[in-house]
Protein backbone atom coordinates (compact mmCIF):
# COMPACT_ATOMS: atom_id res chain seq x y z
CA UNK A 1 0.00 0.00 0.00
CA UNK A 2 3.05 2.21 1.14
CA UNK A 3 3.68 1.93 -3.06
CA UNK A 4 0.72 2.49 -4.62
CA UNK A 5 0.32 5.61 -2.42
CA UNK A 6 3.70 6.61 -3.50
CA UNK A 7 2.43 6.56 -6.88
CA UNK A 8 -0.72 8.31 -6.63
CA UNK A 9 0.95 11.25 -4.76
CA UNK A 10 3.53 11.27 -7.90
CA UNK A 11 1.36 11.99 -10.42
CA UNK A 12 -0.88 14.69 -9.12
CA UNK A 13 2.38 16.52 -8.04
CA UNK A 14 5.50 15.53 -9.71
CA UNK A 15 7.94 16.97 -7.05
CA UNK A 16 6.71 16.19 -3.73
CA UNK A 17 5.99 12.45 -5.51
CA UNK A 18 9.75 12.68 -6.26
CA UNK A 19 10.69 13.90 -2.38
CA UNK A 20 8.20 10.49 -1.30
CA UNK A 21 10.04 8.46 -2.90
CA UNK A 22 13.18 9.34 -1.56
CA UNK A 23 11.47 9.43 1.89
CA UNK A 24 10.28 5.32 1.56
CA UNK A 25 13.74 4.74 0.07
CA UNK A 26 14.95 5.89 3.32
CA UNK A 27 12.57 3.98 4.85
CA UNK A 28 13.49 0.78 3.10
CA UNK A 29 17.00 1.35 4.08
CA UNK A 30 16.52 2.02 7.69
CA UNK A 31 14.17 -1.09 7.85
CA UNK A 32 16.97 -3.10 5.79
CA UNK A 33 19.70 -2.29 8.63
CA UNK A 34 16.99 -2.65 11.62
CA UNK A 35 16.31 -6.09 10.79
CA UNK A 36 19.67 -7.29 9.43
CA UNK A 37 21.00 -9.77 6.63
CA UNK A 38 18.05 -11.36 4.09
CA UNK A 39 17.22 -14.95 4.80
CA UNK A 40 17.20 -16.90 1.32
CA UNK A 41 13.39 -18.57 0.40
CA UNK A 42 15.07 -22.11 1.20
CA UNK A 43 16.13 -21.43 4.96
CA UNK A 44 12.74 -19.69 5.22
CA UNK A 45 11.40 -22.74 3.67
CA UNK A 46 14.10 -24.52 6.83
CA UNK A 47 12.47 -22.41 9.46
CA UNK A 48 8.60 -22.99 8.19
CA UNK A 49 9.25 -27.54 8.36
CA UNK A 50 10.80 -26.65 12.11
CA UNK A 51 7.50 -24.43 12.21
CA UNK A 52 9.65 -21.41 13.95
CA UNK A 53 9.61 -17.88 13.04
CA UNK A 54 10.72 -16.99 9.67
CA UNK A 55 12.67 -13.94 10.68
CA UNK A 56 15.77 -16.05 12.62
CA UNK A 57 15.14 -14.69 15.40
CA UNK A 58 14.75 -18.16 17.42
CA UNK A 59 17.37 -19.65 19.89
CA UNK A 60 19.51 -22.99 19.64
CA UNK A 61 17.37 -23.90 22.27
CA UNK A 62 13.95 -23.42 20.82
CA UNK A 63 15.37 -24.83 17.41
CA UNK A 64 16.38 -27.93 18.70
CA UNK A 65 13.29 -28.36 20.98
CA UNK A 66 11.73 -28.05 17.54
CA UNK A 67 13.43 -30.60 16.06
CA UNK A 68 12.84 -33.14 18.83
CA UNK A 69 9.10 -32.61 18.90
CA UNK A 70 8.81 -33.49 14.89
CA UNK A 71 11.43 -36.23 14.95
CA UNK A 72 9.35 -38.00 17.84
CA UNK A 73 6.47 -37.34 15.38
CA UNK A 74 7.77 -38.33 12.33
CA UNK A 75 11.00 -40.38 12.89
CA UNK A 76 10.43 -44.26 11.52
CA UNK A 77 11.22 -45.74 14.90
CA UNK A 78 9.16 -43.73 16.85
CA UNK A 79 5.89 -45.99 16.59
CA UNK A 80 4.02 -42.93 16.29
CA UNK A 81 1.21 -43.35 13.59
CA UNK A 82 2.59 -39.94 12.20
CA UNK A 83 5.67 -41.74 11.60
CA UNK A 84 7.05 -41.17 7.88
CA UNK A 85 10.46 -41.13 6.78
CA UNK A 86 10.41 -38.93 4.07
CA UNK A 87 9.07 -35.93 6.41
CA UNK A 88 11.47 -36.67 8.94
CA UNK A 89 14.61 -36.37 6.01
CA UNK A 90 12.82 -33.46 5.70
CA UNK A 91 13.09 -32.22 9.17
CA UNK A 92 16.47 -33.17 9.60
CA UNK A 93 17.78 -31.14 6.67
CA UNK A 94 15.87 -28.23 7.18
CA UNK A 95 16.86 -28.41 11.32
CA UNK A 96 20.63 -28.71 9.96
CA UNK A 97 20.67 -25.86 7.54
CA UNK A 98 18.76 -23.39 10.55
CA UNK A 99 22.16 -24.81 12.63
CA UNK A 100 24.51 -23.55 9.77
CA UNK A 101 22.74 -20.52 9.38
CA UNK A 102 22.96 -19.48 13.15
CA UNK A 103 26.39 -20.47 13.60
CA UNK A 104 27.20 -17.90 10.63
CA UNK A 105 25.22 -15.33 11.37
CA UNK A 106 25.33 -15.77 15.76
CA UNK A 107 26.69 -12.33 17.45
CA UNK A 108 30.23 -13.12 19.90
CA UNK A 109 28.62 -13.54 22.71
CA UNK A 110 24.94 -14.30 21.62
CA UNK A 111 25.96 -17.63 20.47
CA UNK A 112 27.60 -18.51 23.24
CA UNK A 113 24.91 -17.80 25.81
CA UNK A 114 23.75 -21.20 26.66
CA UNK A 115 26.61 -22.64 27.12
CA UNK A 116 27.82 -20.16 29.31
CA UNK A 117 24.64 -20.77 30.81
CA UNK A 118 25.49 -24.24 31.23
CA UNK A 119 28.70 -23.76 32.47
CA UNK A 120 28.06 -21.15 35.31
CA UNK A 121 25.63 -24.00 36.67
CA UNK A 122 28.50 -26.61 37.53
CA UNK A 123 31.20 -24.13 38.76
CA UNK A 124 32.18 -22.08 41.84
CA UNK A 125 33.46 -18.78 41.82
CA UNK A 126 37.04 -18.75 43.08
CA UNK A 127 36.11 -17.43 46.49
CA UNK A 128 33.81 -19.85 46.87
CA UNK A 129 35.98 -22.75 46.11
CA UNK A 130 38.37 -21.21 48.37
CA UNK A 131 35.74 -21.02 51.15
CA UNK A 132 34.71 -24.55 50.53
CA UNK A 133 37.65 -26.56 52.60
CA UNK A 134 35.18 -26.46 55.99
CA UNK A 135 37.64 -23.57 56.94
CA UNK A 136 40.96 -25.51 57.82
CA UNK A 137 43.97 -25.06 56.46
CA UNK A 138 46.30 -21.61 55.65
CA UNK A 139 48.26 -20.49 53.26
CA UNK A 140 47.15 -20.41 49.42
CA UNK A 141 44.18 -22.17 48.12
CA UNK A 142 46.70 -25.31 46.68
CA UNK A 143 48.08 -25.07 50.26
CA UNK A 144 44.99 -25.78 51.75
CA UNK A 145 43.39 -27.87 49.14
CA UNK A 146 46.55 -30.19 50.54
CA UNK A 147 45.89 -30.01 54.10
CA UNK A 148 42.27 -30.67 53.17
CA UNK A 149 42.75 -33.65 51.47
CA UNK A 150 45.44 -34.98 54.45
CA UNK A 151 42.68 -34.69 56.22
CA UNK A 152 40.03 -36.40 54.60
CA UNK A 153 42.13 -39.43 54.67
CA UNK A 154 42.80 -39.37 58.29
CA UNK A 155 39.19 -38.95 59.05
CA UNK A 156 38.80 -41.67 56.18
CA UNK A 157 41.57 -44.26 58.00
CA UNK A 158 39.40 -43.34 61.78
CA UNK A 159 36.46 -44.28 60.66
CA UNK A 160 37.58 -47.30 59.00
CA UNK A 161 39.61 -48.63 62.55
CA UNK A 162 36.32 -47.44 63.93
CA UNK A 163 34.22 -49.74 61.83
CA UNK A 164 36.88 -52.57 62.45
CA UNK A 165 36.91 -52.39 66.07
CA UNK A 166 32.68 -52.46 66.01
CA UNK A 167 33.12 -55.14 63.89
CA UNK A 168 35.46 -57.02 66.14
CA UNK A 169 32.99 -55.79 69.53
CA UNK A 170 29.80 -57.44 67.59
CA UNK A 171 32.09 -60.86 66.71
CA UNK A 172 32.97 -60.75 70.47
CA UNK A 173 29.50 -60.83 71.89
CA UNK A 174 28.11 -63.02 69.26
CA UNK A 175 30.99 -66.00 70.58
CA UNK A 176 29.91 -65.09 74.03
CA UNK A 177 25.93 -65.60 73.16
CA UNK A 178 27.03 -68.76 71.77
CA UNK A 179 29.11 -70.00 74.66
CA UNK A 180 26.73 -68.70 77.08
CA UNK A 181 23.73 -70.61 75.17
CA UNK A 182 26.59 -73.86 74.67
CA UNK A 183 26.76 -73.40 78.95
CA UNK A 184 23.08 -73.21 79.22
CA UNK A 185 22.15 -76.16 77.46
CA UNK A 186 24.81 -78.34 79.08
CA UNK A 187 23.13 -76.97 82.72
CA UNK A 188 19.97 -77.95 81.12
CA UNK A 189 21.51 -81.20 80.17
CA UNK A 190 23.25 -81.96 83.47
CA UNK A 191 20.00 -81.05 85.98
CA UNK A 192 17.83 -83.69 83.78
CA UNK A 193 20.76 -86.35 84.35
CA UNK A 194 20.77 -85.51 87.68
CA UNK A 195 16.74 -85.65 87.88
CA UNK A 196 16.45 -88.87 86.27
CA UNK A 197 19.21 -90.32 88.91
CA UNK A 198 17.16 -89.14 91.54
CA UNK A 199 14.08 -90.57 90.27
CA UNK A 200 15.96 -93.99 89.58
CA UNK A 201 17.17 -93.67 93.42
CA UNK A 202 14.14 -93.02 95.31
CA UNK A 203 12.53 -95.53 93.03
CA UNK A 204 15.19 -98.24 93.92
CA UNK A 205 14.55 -96.80 97.68
CA UNK A 206 10.66 -97.75 97.34
CA UNK A 207 11.78 -101.21 96.64
CA UNK A 208 14.08 -101.99 98.89
CA UNK A 209 11.38 -100.28 101.63
CA UNK A 210 8.61 -103.10 100.09
CA UNK A 211 11.28 -105.56 100.37
CA UNK A 212 11.63 -106.76 97.02
CA UNK A 213 15.32 -107.03 97.00
CA UNK A 214 15.08 -109.82 99.68
CA UNK A 215 14.31 -113.07 98.01
CA UNK A 216 16.77 -112.25 94.94
CA UNK A 217 17.77 -115.57 93.06
CA UNK A 218 21.31 -113.88 92.44
CA UNK A 219 21.69 -112.51 96.02
CA UNK A 220 25.37 -112.37 96.97
CA UNK A 221 26.92 -112.84 93.60
CA UNK A 222 28.50 -110.48 91.04
CA UNK A 223 26.08 -108.49 88.84
CA UNK A 224 26.25 -109.12 85.32
CA UNK A 225 24.58 -105.75 84.31
CA UNK A 226 26.74 -105.01 81.11
CA UNK A 227 27.53 -108.28 79.56
CA UNK A 228 25.32 -107.56 75.93
CA UNK A 229 27.25 -104.23 75.66
CA UNK A 230 30.69 -103.66 78.21
CA UNK A 231 30.97 -100.50 76.36
CA UNK A 232 27.43 -99.10 77.16
CA UNK A 233 26.82 -96.33 80.14
CA UNK A 234 25.51 -97.11 83.11
CA UNK A 235 22.65 -94.24 83.76
CA UNK A 236 21.71 -95.13 79.60
CA UNK A 237 21.65 -98.52 80.57
CA UNK A 238 19.49 -97.96 83.83
CA UNK A 239 16.94 -96.02 81.67
CA UNK A 240 16.93 -98.56 78.72
CA UNK A 241 16.03 -100.93 81.80
CA UNK A 242 13.05 -98.62 82.65
CA UNK A 243 11.34 -98.36 79.50
CA UNK A 244 11.62 -102.23 78.79
CA UNK A 245 10.35 -102.81 82.24
CA UNK A 246 7.65 -100.42 82.20
CA UNK A 247 6.38 -101.99 78.97
CA UNK A 248 7.87 -98.62 76.71
CA UNK A 249 8.69 -99.74 72.52
CA UNK A 250 9.89 -96.91 70.50
CA UNK A 251 7.63 -96.37 67.18
CA UNK A 252 9.80 -98.35 64.69
CA UNK A 253 10.10 -101.22 67.00
CA UNK A 254 6.51 -101.46 67.24
CA UNK A 255 6.04 -100.99 63.25
CA UNK A 256 9.06 -103.76 62.36
CA UNK A 257 7.58 -105.95 64.84
CA UNK A 258 3.94 -105.49 62.75
CA UNK A 259 6.01 -106.43 59.59
CA UNK A 260 6.97 -109.73 60.47
CA UNK A 261 3.81 -110.61 61.88
CA UNK A 262 2.07 -109.44 58.60
CA UNK A 263 4.65 -110.96 56.21
CA UNK A 264 4.62 -114.17 58.04
CA UNK A 265 0.89 -114.29 58.09
CA UNK A 266 0.92 -113.86 54.15
CA UNK A 267 3.69 -116.45 53.64
CA UNK A 268 1.68 -119.06 55.07
CA UNK A 269 -1.46 -118.34 53.30
CA UNK A 270 0.17 -118.81 50.17
CA UNK A 271 1.99 -121.98 51.07
CA UNK A 272 -1.11 -123.37 52.85
CA UNK A 273 -3.03 -122.66 49.55
CA UNK A 274 -0.71 -123.76 47.20
CA UNK A 275 -0.14 -127.29 49.08
CA UNK A 276 -3.85 -127.89 48.80
CA UNK A 277 -3.26 -127.62 44.79
CA UNK A 278 -2.63 -130.07 42.80
CA UNK A 279 0.88 -129.69 40.74
CA UNK A 280 -0.14 -129.39 37.82
CA UNK A 281 -3.05 -127.81 38.92
CA UNK A 282 -6.49 -127.88 37.12
CA UNK A 283 -8.57 -124.90 35.77
CA UNK A 284 -10.85 -124.88 38.39
CA UNK A 285 -7.62 -124.82 40.62
CA UNK A 286 -6.15 -122.35 38.79
CA UNK A 287 -9.00 -119.70 39.59
CA UNK A 288 -9.07 -120.54 43.08
CA UNK A 289 -5.14 -119.21 43.17
CA UNK A 290 -5.72 -116.72 41.14
CA UNK A 291 -8.15 -115.16 43.40
CA UNK A 292 -6.05 -115.96 46.22
CA UNK A 293 -3.08 -114.19 44.85
CA UNK A 294 -5.39 -111.19 44.01
CA UNK A 295 -6.59 -110.71 47.91
CA UNK A 296 -2.43 -111.47 48.36
CA UNK A 297 -1.44 -108.84 46.34
CA UNK A 298 -4.25 -105.80 48.05
CA UNK A 299 -2.69 -106.70 51.43
CA UNK A 300 1.16 -106.22 50.19
CA UNK A 301 0.00 -102.94 48.90
CA UNK A 302 -1.30 -102.02 52.87
CA UNK A 303 2.54 -103.95 53.43
CA UNK A 304 4.47 -101.74 51.75
CA UNK A 305 2.80 -98.71 53.33
CA UNK A 306 3.70 -99.97 56.45
CA UNK A 307 7.59 -100.47 55.23
CA UNK A 308 7.73 -96.95 53.78
CA UNK A 309 6.61 -95.53 57.21
CA UNK A 310 8.92 -97.83 58.77
CA UNK A 311 11.92 -96.82 57.12
CA UNK A 312 10.94 -93.30 57.74
CA UNK A 313 11.15 -93.82 61.31
CA UNK A 314 14.13 -96.28 61.79
CA UNK A 315 17.09 -94.86 63.15
CA UNK A 316 19.78 -96.82 61.35
CA UNK A 317 20.05 -96.81 57.35
CA UNK A 318 21.12 -100.45 57.33
CA UNK A 319 18.34 -101.57 59.31
CA UNK A 320 15.97 -100.15 56.28
CA UNK A 321 13.54 -102.76 54.74
CA UNK A 322 12.69 -103.12 50.45
CA UNK A 323 8.95 -103.39 49.21
CA UNK A 324 7.39 -106.60 49.27
CA UNK A 325 6.75 -107.95 45.44
CA UNK A 326 4.01 -110.63 44.55
CA UNK A 327 5.85 -112.41 41.88
CA UNK A 328 8.76 -113.22 44.44
CA UNK A 329 6.23 -114.06 47.44
CA UNK A 330 4.70 -116.33 44.78
CA UNK A 331 7.76 -118.07 43.46
CA UNK A 332 8.16 -118.46 47.26
CA UNK A 333 5.24 -120.23 47.81
CA UNK A 334 5.92 -122.49 44.79
CA UNK A 335 8.66 -124.10 46.07
CA UNK A 336 7.99 -124.00 49.44
CA UNK A 337 4.91 -126.34 48.57
CA UNK A 338 7.23 -128.27 46.80
CA UNK A 339 9.46 -128.78 49.07
CA UNK A 340 6.84 -129.57 51.31
CA UNK A 341 5.51 -132.11 49.06
CA UNK A 342 8.58 -133.61 48.66
CA UNK A 343 9.27 -133.62 52.76
CA UNK A 344 5.78 -135.45 53.09
CA UNK A 345 7.02 -138.03 50.53
CA UNK A 346 10.20 -138.66 52.55
CA UNK A 347 7.86 -139.25 55.60
CA UNK A 348 5.82 -141.43 54.04
CA UNK A 349 8.97 -143.86 52.09
CA UNK A 350 9.97 -143.54 55.74
CA UNK A 351 6.71 -144.43 57.78
CA UNK A 352 6.45 -147.41 54.87
CA UNK A 353 9.66 -148.73 55.59
CA UNK A 354 9.49 -148.24 59.51
CA UNK A 355 6.46 -150.89 59.17
CA UNK A 356 8.52 -153.10 57.29
CA UNK A 357 11.04 -153.62 60.07
CA UNK A 358 8.31 -153.97 62.66
CA UNK A 359 6.08 -156.62 60.74
CA UNK A 360 9.71 -158.42 59.75
CA UNK A 361 10.66 -157.62 63.48
CA UNK A 362 7.06 -159.22 64.75
CA UNK A 363 7.40 -162.39 62.46
CA UNK A 364 10.86 -162.90 63.24
CA UNK A 365 9.82 -163.11 67.24
CA UNK A 366 6.87 -165.20 66.27
CA UNK A 367 8.08 -168.31 64.76
CA UNK A 368 9.98 -169.64 68.13
CA UNK A 369 7.48 -169.52 69.52
CA UNK A 370 5.00 -171.26 67.25
CA UNK A 371 7.88 -174.13 66.91
CA UNK A 372 7.96 -174.53 70.77
CA UNK A 373 4.11 -174.51 70.59
CA UNK A 374 4.34 -177.12 68.48
CA UNK A 375 6.91 -179.56 70.38
CA UNK A 376 4.88 -179.45 73.67
CA UNK A 377 1.64 -180.40 72.20
CA UNK A 378 3.27 -183.12 70.37
CA UNK A 379 4.69 -184.57 73.51
CA UNK A 380 1.02 -183.96 74.95
CA UNK A 381 -0.10 -186.17 72.28
CA UNK A 382 2.51 -189.06 73.21
CA UNK A 383 2.09 -188.73 77.06
CA UNK A 384 -2.06 -189.41 76.03
CA UNK A 385 -1.56 -192.21 73.67
CA UNK A 386 0.90 -194.37 76.64
CA UNK A 387 -1.97 -193.86 78.99
Known amino acids: MSCTFHLLVSRSDFWHGRFLLIL ?25 VLQLPDEGNSSA ?25 LLFA ?21 GKEVEDEDKSRGKAFPHRQYLSYEGVGSGTPSQRERQYRQIRVDRAAEQVSNYRQREHERAAAGEGALVERDMRQRSQKIKITQAVERLVEDLIQESMARGDFRNLSGAGKPLNKFEHNPYADPMTHNLNRILIDNGYQPPWVVTQRDIRETTAQIRNRLLEGRAKLSDPMTPKEHSQWEQLCASVEEELVKL ?18 VHFSLSREIDRAVKGARQHRLDQQREREKERERRKEEKKRANAVTKPT ?12 LLRLKH
Open 370 to 381: NTKQGLISWMKN
Open 90 to 110: RVEEAYRAVLAHQSKTKQPDG
Open 304 to 321: NKMVDNYNLMVPMLNMQM
Open 61 to 85: VQVKEAYLRLAKLYHPDSGAPTADA
Open 24 to 48: SRQSLLLRAFSFGPQISRSLQESYR
